[in-house]
């Protein structure tokens, strides 16, 4: 096993903690084809190269308290890294900013936002356009449905099998 490149147990491992993250160790070695200790070796291992970052709940928010999910792309006038790292640090202090993206095309950043109702987003807006980044536009989308949750990156990039007709 290289230090840099997960093996095929590696992936196998990762891809079952993303499907489910409280595993038992004994159900995980099972799953692996692994005795419980050499599993658990390799968790740790995969744990302190970096390779698993953490471990969380997927919360529903929603039945706890009311929310809005608020998907904003924010412009910049100009690419100037000093004003990418105040808005980095602005943004991070926010705490209802809970995912936060500096991507290419016709937007800089793509920020997922948690408020109470619109009238909030309006005053987090405000403050963003109005703060001394460099901010030149914000689109908003409010999150309807969320159609298909994030559980987990494919770890391969090996294609499915194309499906078949009934012809066969």
Not at 28 to 47: D, H
Not at 77 to 85: G, I, M, P, S, V
Not at 118 to 143: C, M, N, Q, T
Request: glycine fraction near 4%; charged fraction near 25%; include cysteine.
């Amino acid at each position: 096993m290289s230090a840099r490149t997960p093996d095929r147990i590696d992936l196998k491992i990762l891809d079952v903690l993303q499907q489910d993250a409280r595993i038992t160790n004994h159900a995980l070695a099972q799953r692996v084809a692994l005795s419980p200790s050499a599993c658990l070796a390799r968790v740790r291992a995969l744990e302190q190269r970096g390779l698993i970052r953490s471990y969380r709940a997927h919360v529903a928010v929603d039945r706890i308290r009311s929310a809005t999910i608020v998907m904003a792309q924010v412009s910049f006038r100009q690419h100037a890294l000093d004003e990418f790292t105040e808005f980095d640090r602005r943004i991070l202090a926010m705490p209802e900013v809970v995912e936060a993206s500096r991507v290419s095309g016709p937007y800089d950043y793509m920020l997922r936002i948690i408020v109470r109702d619109v009238h909030h987003w309006k005053d987090i807006a405000r403050s963003l356009l109005g703060g001394d980044y460099g901010v030149e536009k914000i689109v908003s989308h409010f999150l309807m449905d969320e159609v298909k949750s994030f559980a987990g990156y494919p770890l391969t990039d090996d294609e499915p099998a194309p499906r078949r007709g009934p012809s066969g």
